[in-house]
């Protein structure tokens, strides 16, 4: 009986351990499929989130990239500008003058925050190494009309001001200034202002200035063709016909007035090589032939302008005008 007790007791013991294995397994079981369901669901999401990544460069709109371009041209603005001189010496090579010269074979009308950018690199980069900009643009005079071509754009006259050591922040402020004239003692090309400026005469960019105030003309009435030419750019630009009529008008107002600018900027520096050009009394004779009645007003006040400060010192020109060009 003892035995038979004993034997009961161990049954109902093995029992009870084999309740709990099976316990334990389903617990286990039930924890595997929890794991299995929780990395179903994480794996799902990964792939929904890989999706939605994917999906934002094709929702970007014109709109977007027009402003991530902007703020990328910024960035590289402001780092060609910096004060340092491995950037100039490596920019003064003939590739890297020949890409950024090759912005203004562009045609009009550039665009203003990208040539505000390129006007100040340029600015920059004419303080600081005016020799060799000097050798690479008389070795590549094509430059210079296409320049000049771009004059309606007021940064594109701060750069030829600079050129011309006409600038009016440059003007007086001793021999540490003056663009082409040099910055002394900055970098390699920095160089005596009485003669930097030599160049100048080697080039058409007197000749090309005054032919901006001398071929102005008032709009006149326009014909089929060149609707249709208007057309067609105001088209290419997202413009009305009327919107690229104005933009055309305003274009050919700013390239007298700039032109002018330019050339007053020449009459008052002295030590430029242009200057003694500029009071040849053949130029003068052309811009007194724009003094007369039958003139268009625009060319008129640009040549008077342009006669007085020739005739005029500095100081009194300051006085006498308003940024350049007479109110």
Not at 63 to 82: F, H, K, N, P, T
Not at 84 to 90: P, R
Not at 249 to 255: A, K
Not at 257 to 263: D, G, I, S, V
């Amino acid at each position: 009986e003892a035995e038979a007790a004993a034997a009961a007791a161990a049954a109902a013991d093995n029992k009870e351990e084999n309740g709990n294995d099976a316990g334990v397994d389903a617990d286990a079981g039930a924890f595997a499929g929890a794991d299995a369901g929780a990395d179903a669901g994480a794996g799902a999401g990964a792939a929904e989130g890989e999706d939605a990544r994917w999906e934002d460069p094709d929702a970007e709109t014109e709109a977007d990239g027009r402003q991530y371009a902007l703020q990328a041209s910024y960035r590289v603005c402001e780092i060609l500008c910096c004060e340092v001189d491995h950037i100039f010496n490596a920019m003064v090579s003939d590739e890297i003058l020949a890409k950024l010269f090759s912005f203004l074979s562009k045609p009009a009308p550039l665009d203003s925050v990208l040539t505000a950018y390129y006007s100040r690199v340029m600015i920059s980069l004419a303080q600081r190494r005016p020799l060799e900009l000097a050798h690479y643009i008389t070795a590549h005079l094509h430059i210079v009309p296409e320049l000049v071509s771009h004059v309606y754009s007021h940064s594109i006259t701060q750069f030829i001001l600079s050129l011309c050591g006409g600038d009016e922040h440059q003007m007086g402020a001793g021999p540490q200034m003056g663009a082409m004239g040099g910055m002394v003692g900055l970098g390699a090309g920095a160089a005596d202002p009485s003669n930097v400026t030599d160049w100048l005469a080697e080039t058409q960019i007197l000749s090309l200035l005054i032919d901006c105030l001398t071929n102005h003309k008032p709009p006149a009435p326009a014909d089929a063709d060149a609707d249709a030419d208007a057309d067609a750019d105001a088209n290419a630009q997202g413009l009305s016909k009327a919107e690229n009529r104005e933009m055309l008008r305003r274009c050919e107002e700013n390239r007298v007035r700039n032109a002018a600018t330019c050339l007053i900027g020449i009459a008052g520096n002295p030590s430029c090589a242009l200057h003694a050009s500029l009071c040849d009394p053949q130029n003068l004779e052309v811009l007194l032939g724009l003094v007369r009645p039958a003139s268009d007003d625009i060319a008129l006040l640009a040549a008077m302008d342009v006669l007085n400060a020739v005739v005029c010192p500095r100081d009194q020109q300051r006085q006498q005008t308003a940024g350049g060009f007479s109110p």
